[in-house]
């Protein structure tokens, strides 16, 4: 009415018939018990009372406007779906956070992990089920983007009670020990056999275990041996449950990196995911010290 002018003028606005808005304006008028407006032979104007409702109203009104404009544009706005391989240790090591951190941090993107060991996520990788991947000691390929992130140390793993008296052993020292170590396409133990062959060493592999569960039991045990990095034994270390000794005289270890495919859906950087990435990587670097380095 006040943007009109006149009660007939905002009746046909409203498409009401004068009489039933003037009735309105009185009914408002009794509830609060003042007069908004001033009626005269020009039309109407606002009394103070009526100016200070009719610009909170219209403040009111406007932020309705902006509350439906901002669900509609939430439920419009496409969510990114990206499905990120991880390996054993970092679930091991960072758990839900891995998750948990992407919500907050990521509000635009949908992350679905994938926990498996790096053949199979190399595999997957290669066959578009996963958009960006953890893998150790992936060789370089033109159709990849890879990055070395972390060098781990690989450790002599044992019960407590069997456990070398020095702090380091060397991986002569190391091989003397029946081991359980994984398959034949395994990483890890690709790197145990082909040190071994140069320093033509003799590898004994008393049992070929393809569940880590399977192979930590083992050890605890006292049954067994075995060679991994700390990222995948650090909660039974932690525990007392494993002992953990470094190999040296060589040295062992394996490098961590990232990789998407050249032609896939992420293959250029984002912003936000390389800063997720890059979290999960130092967070990852802090709790495996001090058997790890970050190269990139």
């Known amino acids: 009415m006040i943007d009109a002018g006149t009660m007939t003028a905002a009746a046909e606005a409203l498409h009401l018939a004068q009489p039933a808005l003037g009735a309105q304006i009185r009914q408002l008028e009794t509830e609060l018990g003042v007069s908004l407006i001033l009626r005269h032979s020009r039309g109407v104007t606002a009394t103070p009372a009526g100016k200070l409702l009719y ?37 091991v090591m960072l758990g839900p956070d891995i998750l948990m951190d992407a919500e907050k ?32 000691n992936v060789d370089e390929r033109p159709d990849l983007i890879r990055r070395a992130l972390i060098e781990e140390d690989l450790l002599l793993i044992t019960a407590p009670d ?14 003397r020990y029946d081991l359980a170590i994984g398959g034949e396409r395994g990483i890890l133990r690709h790197i145990v056999e082909t040190e071994a062959r140069r320093l033509s060493l003799n590898v004994h592999v008393a049992y070929e275990v393809h569940s880590m569960l399977t192979m930590k039991t083992m050890v605890a045990r006292g049954t067994a041996a075995t060679i991994l990095p700390y990222s995948l034994v650090a909660r039974e270390v932690r525990a007392g449950t494993l002992a953990a000794r470094r190999i040296d005289r060589p040295a062992l270890t394996w490098t961590l990196y990232i990789a998407r495919r050249r032609n896939g859906r992420w293959a250029l950087d984002d912003g936000q995911v390389d800063a997720h990435i890059e979290r999960l990587v130092e967070a990852m670097l802090e709790l495996t010290q001090p058997w790890a380095r970050r190269l990139t």
Do not use: C, W
């Open 105 to 136: 941090r990521l509000p635009d993107v949908a992350i679905s992990l994938v926990e498996e060991r790096t053949p199979v996520l190399l595999d997957a990788l290669d066959h578009d089920q996963v958009d960006i991947t953890f893998l150790y």
């Open 55 to 91: 610009q909170r109203a219209q403040r009111i009104l406007g932020e309705v406007d902006q509350a439906a404009r901002d669900v509609r544009a939430l439920n419009a706005r496409k969510q990114e779906h990206l499905r990120l391989g991880v390996n054993s240790g970092m679930v």
């Open 162 to 175: 069997k456990q070398p008296v020095t702090e380091t052993v060397s991986f002569a020292e190391a091989l």
